[in-house]
C-alpha cells in the first residue's frame, strides 16, 4: 500500500511503508560501509550490504565481508543473500576488508562495482583507504571478475555515473577522511 506519491505529467514516484530489509540486529551483525545499488535492466536490480562484526569498535568498521541481494520484480522481493567471493577471500586473507562503494549498470547489463579497500588489521575504524578496486558482472550477479586496481592513488570513491559508454568516478585521493 503507498503512503506517498509524487506526480507530474513526465512520471510517477510512488512510496510504500518501509520493510525491515537486512536485519542485522537479529543476526548481530553490522552494515556499516557497503551500501551500493544499481538497476541492472528494467525492473532489475542488485542491492549490495556489508555483513560486519557489531563488535569490533561498536560495529563501526567495516570488518567482514560483501553480501547482495538480487529483485527481479521491481523491488517488491529480493532473492536470498549472496557472498561476494572477492570481499570474502580478502577478509579470511586478513589483509584488507571489502567495501562496495557504488554500484554502475552499463547499457549492456553489465554491473559494475566501484570497491574501497581497507586494512583489515589497523586499529583505527575504516582507514587508511587502500587504492580502490573495480570488479564486474556479465551474468546479472551471478558470477565476478577479477578486482582491478582503477587508481593509483589511495582513497574513495565518492560518486559514479555511467554516461554515453563511460564511467565517471568521483575519487577522493587520500587514505584518510
Do not use: Q
Not at 538497476?39 to 567495516?62: T, Y
Amino acid at each position: 500500500m503507498s503512503y506517498m506519491k509524487i506526480e507530474n505529467e513526465k512520471y510517477t514516484v510512488e512510496f510504500t511503508e518501509p520493510v525491515t530489509y537486512v536485519d542485522n540486529k537479529a543476526r548481530n551483525r553490522s552494515g556499516h560501509m557497503t551500501h551500493a545499488m544499481c538497476e541492472f535492466k528494467p525492473g532489475c536490480f542488485i542491492d549490495f550490504n556489508s555483513n560486519c562484526s557489531a563488535i569490533r569498535h561498536g560495529g563501526h568498521m567495516p570488518y567482514g565481508w560483501v553480501e547482495y541481494k538480487i529483485s527481479r520484480d521491481n523491488g517488491k522481493t529480493y532473492s536470498d543473500f549472496k557472498r561476494l567471493e572477492y570481499s570474502w577471500n580478502s577478509f579470511l586473507d586478513g589483509i584488507h576488508s571489502i567495501s562496495v562503494e557504488k554500484a554502475i549498470a552499463c547499457d549492456d547489463g553489465t554491473i559494475v562495482a566501484l570497491c574501497l579497500r581497507n586494512g583489515a588489521l589497523e586499529p583505527g575504524f575504516c582507514e587508511p583507504w587502500d587504492t580502490p578496486t573495480v570488479i564486474r558482472s556479465t551474468d546479472e550477479g551471478e558470477t565476478w571478475s577479477e578486482p582491478v586496481v582503477y587508481s593509483e592513488y589511495a582513497g574513495r570513491t565518492d560518486d559514479a555515473r555511467y554516461h554515453n559508454g563511460v564511467i565517471y568516478a568521483l575519487h577522493l585521493c587520500n587514505e584518510h577522511f
